[in-house]
């Protein structure tokens, strides 16, 4: 079988994902954010809150597509799903890694975190677009949503009572205490945004993503997929906000209707992009969004990595030891600039620093797949 037609788009919309992804991680200064680059409180979402979902997104539909040829041959698949299995074992070790840095304490250590998730919906959902057909992924998928909804809505959480959506006594906080007690995000303790149960609803976000790519695939006119497309993500977004009454929007919980909304919002984005560059052929496109694109988890890394060094080496600065990247946000406070540019600016220095190497990785061709 042939190998199936690149969609540049989902390229670029990796690549911005990705970039935005670490642009958001890192601002300045955490106390100094404009609203729209900071999460939702709770219930709600803001750009920021786009991100990591738009990246699970992306996932299936790379999925759909690396694993096009394997689905419709018989030949070799216990090897391919060993080579599934080995690859998120390899990207849930890397977030374990992160989050063991610099102190290397495996007694606190954060077990759940963005790598572990995705691993998680990557080997799922790539298992499932294997093994069954794309009717069942749809019945799967929304069985998913319907399933966590009935739980975090109907089910009374153990020890505490009356089921509810508060962020330290709903089920899926009760069941991370339980599981994963001393070992969930240090700045909560005892929730985690990348929890057990809300990683149930997360799959369903990957399956969206193969989905469309399975969708992408099909041989139909180009605009009539696009605007098939436009349908299905509005639909989306219209059952997201509907669902949103009884089962509000909320990131941290992975809610149903954060998947609706934020699976129909991606389609959109991903549409516009389809519709510019692979129909309409538009080359007016930075390369550091391919850059970034084309290696993904290393860009990720990288900038996590950095990120730590950043925070850990530590200086005399003015009388006091300060961290280097206090020291460097300090400098470029001039008294003037709005606290909150400040720290916007800092966040894309940042970008631009990590995408010095990737920039110059993508221009040899170097693509390392983790």
Same mark, same amino acid.
């Given at each position: @079988?042939? &190998? ?17 992804? %670490? ?23 803001? /750009? ?9 997104? %992306? ?24 080579? %599934? ?21 495996? =007694? ?34 929304? =069985? ?5 909804? $009935? ?38 303790? $005892? ?5 057990? #149960?809300?990683?149930? /609803?997360?799959?369903? =976000? ?18 009539? &997929?696009? *605007? &098939? @497309? ?6 989306? %977004? ?43 052929? =538009?080359? &007016? ?16 890394? @990288? ?5 730590? #060094? ?26 003037? *600039? ?10 894309? #220095? ?10 110059? @990785? ?9």
């Amino acid at each position: @079988m042939t &190998k199936p037609e690149r969609i540049l788009s989902v390229d670029l919309l990796r690549g911005i994902t990705v970039a935005c992804m %670490i642009m958001v991680n890192n601002p300045g200064s955490w106390g100094s954010i404009y609203s729209p680059l900071s999460h939702s409180a709770w219930h709600g979402c803001t /750009p920021t809150d786009l991100v990591f979902p738009f990246f699970l997104f %992306i996932v299936g539909i790379s999925i759909s597509y690396s694993l096009s040829a394997a689905k419709n041959s018989t030949e070799n698949q216990n090897k391919l799903i060993l080579k %599934i299995v080995k690859r998120s074992t390899i990207i849930f070790s890397l977030g374990l890694l992160l989050n063991l840095l610099p102190t290397f304490d495996f =007694s606190t250590v954060r077990i759940p975190g963005v790598l572990q998730r995705i691993s998680i919906v990557f080997l799922f959902s790539a298992l499932l677009f294997l093994k069954t057909n794309v009717r069942t992924q749809v019945i799967i998928a929304s =069985s998913i949503l319907v399933i966590y909804l $009935v739980l975090m809505t109907l089910v009374p959480v153990p020890g505490i009572g009356a089921p509810n959506l508060e962020k330290t006594t709903n089920l899926g906080a009760w069941l991370d205490n339980i599981l994963l007690n001393g070992h969930l995000w240090s700045q909560a303790k $005892v929730w985690d945004p990348e929890g057990l #149960l809300s990683t149930l /609803p997360a799959t369903a =976000s990957g399956l969206i993503g193969v989905l469309t790519g399975t969708w992408l695939r099909t041989d139909q006119d180009k605009k009539d &997929k696009l *605007i &098939k @497309m436009f349908v299905a993500a509005n639909l989306l %977004i219209l059952a997201g906000l509907a669902l949103d009454l009884i089962f509000p929007i909320n990131k941290s919980l992975w809610t149903s209707s954060f998947v609706l909304y934020t699976s129909g919002i991606a389609i959109n984005v991903l549409s516009v992009i389809y519709w510019f560059v692979d129909i309409n052929g =538009s080359k &007016k496109y930075p390369d550091i969004f391919l850059a970034f694109g084309s290696n993904a988890i290393v860009s990720y890394m @990288m900038a996590e990595l950095t990120a730590i #060094l950043l925070y850990s080496v530590k200086i005399s600065y003015n009388g006091t030891e300060t961290s280097l990247k206090e020291i460097i946000f300090q400098s470029l406070n001039t008294g003037w *600039i709005d606290p909150r540019l400040l720290s916007l600016l800092f966040a894309l #220095l940042f970008v631009s620093l990590i995408a010095l190497p990737i920039v110059l @990785m993508y221009k040899k061709k170097i693509f390392i797949k983790v």
